[in-house]
């Protein structure tokens, strides 16, 4: 009987699955092997390919406050304080200063706005049309995500995860339950699977086309990785910065604890999803220009550009993510975090684990239900899941 029972433990910390291996899927994995499930990874690609190694790292405590993330930000900007004695691992967390400043093009003819409230650090030898403070070190933060990631992963494998290499096709169901994933032509056995594949979500409409899928996007965000010539003291800066031609553009500025300066900006609202990760590339011209306001901004220390890279940021319609149950007992899904999933990514892993587990999370999901796009009384949000042949 002692073994009986302990197979059937065993069993059951084994059948939870997360697609993906993003940040949100590796929060997730972590915190529920922290609860003692030993859940199975899977991933296309790499576990940093897309956006979760592409992202700025940007961490605030009280900025979503005015909008239903707030309580899940707040969460998550203690425990991503929490975290780095707990991975025991240096991914580039810090405390940092974060300013608003306008700036623009040398070509373009300017008056000073509005009085400097706060100047900008010695780094910056862009035009200051102002400056202010709107971010301090009690306040706000930063990760180098891709590190963080794979803290996280890896954090998760040690307690017992798997991960998993490969693309999955379908998933597998019967009487209405989640009961396996098709990856690579086999079924991996599951009775609870989270999806987590940022815009890459949306593909659950292929392969379960009769469930009410709310829809998922993508936003193309473009940044540069440089190397300056001597050290940026760290300050975010948040720009309104003024082209030669009179176009406004809010780019964002991260300098990083390995020496490296992280700018992103000139996003594509509409641009087109590669069906592969790996098939995500930056638009020459749009990097240009990014690396154009970097030396206006940086000046003789701008130095080399080691990457220009893009990707693709989930996003729904009402720009809260998609955190709870779908349809199908025992499929769950989290995405459409936008610009605030690596911030929001450890509190969403939390919660998740104890909805997955307990049943509950101690965070109010009800926000982010995807069930909230669903008309009540229509066809498809009564729609039932028959048998997966």
């Given at each position: 009987?002692h073994?009986?029972s ?13 697609l ?10 972590y ?5 003692g ?5 899977v ?5 940093i390919c ?8 940007f961490?605030?405590?009280d ?6 993330l ?9 425990l991503?304080?929490q975290?780095?004695g707990?991975?025991g691992f ?11 400043v ?7 003819k300017?008056?000073?706005?509005q009085?400097?409230?706060t ?41 017992g995860a798997?991960?998993?290499n ?18 690579d ?7 609870k ?5 940022g815009p ?18 993508g ?12 050290p940026f ?6 720009l ?9 553009e809010?780019p ?14 000139l ?21 240009e ?5 970097a ?15 893009a990707c693709f ?6 720009s809260?993510p ?5 349809p199908l007992e ?20 939390e919660?998740?684990a104890?909805l ?28 039932k899941?028959?048998d997966?042949?």
């Amino acid at each position: 009987l002692h073994l009986q029972s302990m197979l059937k433990q065993w069993y059951q910390r084994r059948v939870r699955g997360i697609l993906g291996s993003g940040v949100i899927g590796s929060s997730i994995a972590y915190f529920l092997s922290k609860k003692g499930a030993k859940p199975i990874v899977v991933e296309r690609c790499s576990v940093i390919c897309s956006a979760s190694s592409k992202a700025g790292g940007f961490l605030a405590l009280d900025w979503c406050d005015s909008s239903d993330l707030g309580p899940l930000a707040r969460r998550s900007f203690q425990l991503h304080s929490q975290l780095p004695g707990e991975l025991g691992f240096d991914y580039g967390y810090r405390r940092l200063d974060t300013l608003e400043v306008s700036s623009c093009d040398k070509g373009v003819k300017y008056r000073r706005q509005q009085k400097i409230e706060t100047a900008p650090p010695s780094w910056f030898t862009g035009a200051c049309l102002s400056s202010s403070t709107i971010g301090s070190t009690e306040t706000t933060a930063q990760v180098h995500p891709a590190l963080f990631t794979q803290a996280l992963i890896e954090g998760a494998r040690k307690m017992g995860a798997e991960l998993i290499n490969g693309t999955v096709e379908g998933i597998s169901y019967e009487g209405g339950k989640v009961n396996g994933v098709l990856v690579d032509g086999k079924i991996i056995p599951c009775s609870k699977l989270v999806i987590a594949l940022g815009p890459w979500s949306a593909k659950l409409s292929e392969w379960l086309p009769d469930l009410a899928i709310p829809e998922i996007t993508g936003v193309k965000a473009h940044s540069i990785v440089s190397r300056p010539t001597q050290p940026f003291i760290p300050h975010a800066l948040f720009l309104t910065y003024t082209t030669e031609d009179g176009k406004t553009e809010t780019p964002e500025v991260y300098p990083r604890n390995d020496g490296t300066v992280y700018m992103c900006g000139l996003s594509e609202k509409y641009a087109k999803l590669p069906s592969d990760p790996n098939e995500v590339v930056p638009s020459e011209n749009k990097c240009e220009q990014l690396h154009k306001m970097a030396k206006e901004l940086y000046g003789d220390t701008c130095g080399e550009i080691e990457r220009t890279q893009a990707c693709f940021l989930p996003c729904t319609k009402d720009s809260l993510p998609l955190i709870g149950k779908l349809p199908l007992e025992g499929l769950y899904i989290a995405t459409g975090h936008s610009c605030w999933g690596i911030l929001n990514s450890p509190g969403t892993g939390e919660a998740m684990a104890e909805l997955i587990l307990e049943g509950k999370s101690k965070i109010d999901l009800s926000p982010f239900d995807p069930a909230r796009f669903q008309k009540s009384g229509s066809k498809s949000s009564r729609k039932k899941m028959g048998d997966m042949s």
